[in-house]
């Protein structure tokens, strides 16, 4: 995900804090990882380096004096042609899993085993998004992201099913080469 287009599209509601940015992208993205504030305003000062935003003066609000930011023109440009371009397929599959699988097998380990603990994990981590996603109040964007990240992890878990299945010709495989 890119740090530096969000925080363009939340300055595009108006100016803003990296205080307030911050609240802002961990409650409109809420299962992605919260952002530091230290990477806050290190992406706010590239994008004014840039010409993507600019300081637009300070604020107190009753408490220390805050450096308030707004996107420019040619952020406001930059942040529709970002949002206006399809997001293309992995080009290449590159799975942590399926790499434990083959070391496993490569260094005489339980690849069986370790899919069952992979796919308990899993099972675990399904049923605390679950949970968010069915909390009284929850919105539509925890919603959202909560059923992405479990249709992610139930693809997961089928391709685990057909590897364990294969398991025998993959080890055959493997210790063939």
């Known amino acids: 995900m890119s740090t530096r287009h969000i925080l363009l599209g939340l300055l595009a ?3 803003s804090h990296g205080y307030d940015l911050k609240r802002r992208h961990d409650e409109r993205f809420p299962q992605a990882r919260p952002l530091a504030y230290g990477q806050v305003y290190t992406t706010l000062q590239r994008l004014v380096r840039d010409g993507l935003a600019e300081v637009d003066g300070t604020d107190s609000d009753g408490g220390p004096e805050r450096t ?11 942040l529709a042609e970002w949002a206006a371009e399809i997001a293309p397929p992995a080009p290449f ?17 339980d690849p069986a085993g370790y899919l069952r603990e992979q796919r308990a994990a899993h099972m675990r981590r399904m049923r605390e998004l679950t949970a968010v996603k069915t909390a009284v109040g929850s919105d539509l964007a925890t ?3 909560a059923d992405y990240a479990l249709n992610h992890l139930d693809a997961d878990l089928r391709w685990m099913t057909t590897t364990a299945a294969r398991l025998i010709t993959l080890t055959a495989e493997v210790d063939a080469s």
Request: proline share 3%.
């Open 143 to 145: 919603v959202l992201s």
């Open 13 to 15: 509601g108006g100016p």
């Open 68 to 78: 308030m930011y707004r996107s420019t023109d040619e952020g406001s440009r930059e």
């Open 93 to 109: 599959v590159t799975n942590e899993i399926f790499a434990k699988v083959v070391v496993s097998i490569l260094a005489g380990g």
